[in-house]
T-cell receptor, first 112, second 113 residues
Framework: GQSLEQPSEVTAVEGAIVQINCTYQ??????LSWYQQHDGGAPTFLSY??LDGLEETGRFSSFLSRSDSYGYLLLQELQMKDSASYFC?????????????WGAGTKLIIKP | ETGVTQTPRHLVMGMTNKKSLKCEQH?????MYWYKQSAKKPLELMFV???????ENNSVPSRFSPECPNSSHLFLHLHTLQPEDSALYLC????????????FGEGSRLTVL
C-alpha cells in the first residue's frame, strides 16, 4: 500500500525553528506537497518539491530527498499564528491519473 | 475568502434524512474534488471531477452521491448515512486534474445521529 508518516504533534517556542518530517512509501512518485490548516479553516497550499533539495519561501522552507523517501518542512522565526496542523501529501500516478496521498497531519503547538 | 465556498458549514442529520452539501469555486478551475477528513486520519479522496465528468471514485458507499452540473459547482448528496460518516467534508478545486496545487473550501462539518 501507499502510506506517509509524520509526527502527530510537535511543540516549539515562539521565535524558534521547527522541522516537521515526512517519510513516504509510495509508487509512481512525482512530488511532495505541504499544506497548512488552522482549526476550523481550509487547508492551504504551502509548497511543492518535485526535485531533491531545499525550496525556500520566506520563513518556510521545504526539503526533499527522493532517494531516502523523505522530506521536511522547516519553519523559522515561529509566530503564534503558525499554530496549525501541517499535512504532507505525495503526488502519485494511479491508472494514468494523478492523485494525492496524504499524511495524517502534524499539529504544531507554539508556546510563548 | 479562499475562492472555494462550501455550504452549509455545519449539518446535523438523522440516519434516515436526505441532505446535500454544496461547493462553489470562483477560480475558473476545471477540476473539483470531494474529500473526507476525520480526526487524526489522512484526508480521504472521495470523488474527482474534471470538466464536469467524474474521473475518480474511490470505492465510496452509494449513500454518497456526487453531482457536478457545471465546472463551478459540485454537490454531495447524502442519504441513509451512518454515524461513522460524521466528519468534515472538504471540497477542493485545481486548474486541472494534473495540477499540483489544490484550493480547499473550509468544509462542511457533518454529524450523523
Amino acid at each position: 500500500g501507499q502510506s506517509l508518516e509524520q509526527p502527530s504533534e510537535v511543540t516549539a517556542v515562539e521565535g524558534a525553528i521547527v522541522q516537521i518530517n515526512c517519510t513516504y512509501q509510495t509508487s509512481g512518485f512525482y512530488g511532495l506537497s505541504w499544506y497548512q490548516q488552522h482549526d476550523g479553516g481550509a487547508p492551504t497550499f504551502l509548497s511543492y518539491n518535485a526535485l531533491d533539495g531545499l525550496e525556500e519561501t520566506g520563513r518556510f522552507s521545504s526539503f526533499l530527498s527522493r532517494s531516502d523517501s523523505y522530506g521536511y518542512l522547516l519553519l523559522q522565526e515561529l509566530q503564534m499564528k503558525d499554530s496549525a496542523s501541517y499535512f504532507c501529501a505525495v503526488r502519485v500516478s494511479v491508472d494514468s491519473n494523478y492523485q494525492l496521498i496524504w499524511g495524517a497531519g502534524t499539529k504544531l503547538i507554539i508556546k510563548p | 475568502e479562499t475562492g472555494v465556498t462550501q455550504t452549509p458549514r455545519h449539518l446535523v442529520m438523522g440516519m434516515t434524512n436526505k441532505k446535500s452539501l454544496k461547493c462553489e469555486q470562483h477560480l475558473g478551475h476545471n477540476a473539483m474534488y470531494w474529500y473526507k477528513q476525520s480526526a487524526k486520519k489522512p484526508l480521504e479522496l472521495m470523488f474527482v471531477y474534471s470538466l464536469e465528468e467524474r474521473v475518480e471514485n474511490n470505492s465510496v458507499p452509494s449513500r454518497f452521491s456526487p453531482e457536478c452540473p457545471n465546472s463551478s459547482h459540485l454537490f454531495l448528496h447524502l442519504h441513509t448515512l451512518q454515524p461513522e460518516d460524521s466528519a468534515l467534508y472538504l471540497c477542493a478545486s485545481s486548474q486541472d486534474q494534473w495540477a499540483g496545487e489544490l484550493f480547499f473550501g473550509e468544509g462542511s462539518r457533518l454529524t450523523v445521529l
